[in-house]
């Protein structure tokens, strides 16, 4: 089932997407994902017995419009990028790939929805990158969650894009954090797609287009740390609950390692595509 924020005449409420036709099945992503699987059986049964709306006419916010903290976020996660990202800093690249993920975060105020604004960091930067990544969204409170189990902890999938200040990011001590907090700087949609439609979240294509124009494409079978060892991984000590959203890594074709680097523009239009799940759209936008 595809699950979207939606507003219309003022308010918002949860709606399935079924063809061109919005259902309104709850009143907010958060208490529909903590309710568990009693609440997401009663929003399947109104998406087939409920009347719905034209799609066309309701607007779509990000899935979970403010995360309750900060969305976790993992980098180097494909083969090719952190190979990429080596050679562009002039160093020799490994013959073994990191034991562990490197983990940031990026706080609720960088979410925005699909063909929302994303703000050109000026006067800060002009480096605004992109990043096509899946994201998981947690249905399950868990800590210490073993690898075994961690994808029944999933409640489904959507799309991210890891919008990122490259010249930010690099110049605070190594720390990624900065770069990658401005406002606006992580869309996410159109809508979450529940786990039982994506068995296997490492069978799918996904995409990044910059104006029409293919800039990432690869697969995400290609990913080094699995979203189950993520899962692990995060959740060692520390209390994953419904509602969590972890970003899961970046393939290779960031704008900054290519030759020579490409940037975003003010009007340039981004689209992030994930198999199975959809298409994220937004535009840079200066700001006020």
């Known amino acids: 089932m595809r699950l979207a924020t939606c507003q219309r005449d003022g308010g918002t409420f949860v709606g399935a997407i079924l063809d061109e036709q919005v259902v309104e099945v709850a009143r907010d992503m958060l208490e529909l994902i903590g309710g568990g699987v009693g609440a997401l059986e009663n929003a399947r049964a109104l998406a087939r017995t409920a009347t719905g709306g034209p799609l066309g006419a309701t607007r779509l916010l990000a899935p979970i419009p403010r995360p309750r903290r900060d969305v976790f ?10 190979r ?39 006067p800060h930067s002009e480096q605004l990158d992109w990043e096509c990544e899946l994201a998981v969204v947690i249905g399950r ?14 409640f489904g999938y959507t799309c ?26 992580l869309p996410l949609g159109p809508w979450i797609v529940t786990a039982d439609e994506i068995p296997n979240p490492h069978a799918l294509r996904i995409a990044t287009r910059v104006n029409g124009v293919t800039k990432q494409d690869s697969r995400t079978e290609h990913m ?6 993520i899962i692990r991984d995060l959740s060692a000590g520390m209390t994953l609950v419904p509602g969590d959203v972890i970003i899961t ?21 981004v689209e992030v595509e994930i198999e199975k799940i959809g298409i994220l759209r937004n535009t840079v936008a200066a700001r006020a």
């Open 224 to 229: 080094v740390f699995t979203v189950a060892r």
């Open 73 to 82: 976020c993992v980098g180097w996660n494909y083969s090719e990028h952190f």
């Open 84 to 122: 990429e990202g080596q050679l562009v800093r002039g160093k020799d690249v490994p013959a073994d790939l990191p034991e562990w993920p490197a983990l940031f975060s990026k706080g609720p105020n960088t979410v925005v929805g699909p063909d929302a604004g994303v703000l050109f960091p000026a």
């Open 141 to 154: 409170e868990g800590r210490d969650i073993p690898e075994s189990k961690a994808l029944e902890h999933v």
């Open 160 to 185: 991210a894009n890891d919008v990122s200040v490259r010249d930010v990011q690099r110049r605070h001590g190594g720390q990624w954090f900065k770069g990658k907090n401005f406002d606006t700087h």
């Open 249 to 269: 890594g970046t393939p290779e074709g960031v704008g900054f390692a290519r030759k020579p680097p490409e940037f975003l523009k003010v009007g340039d239009v």
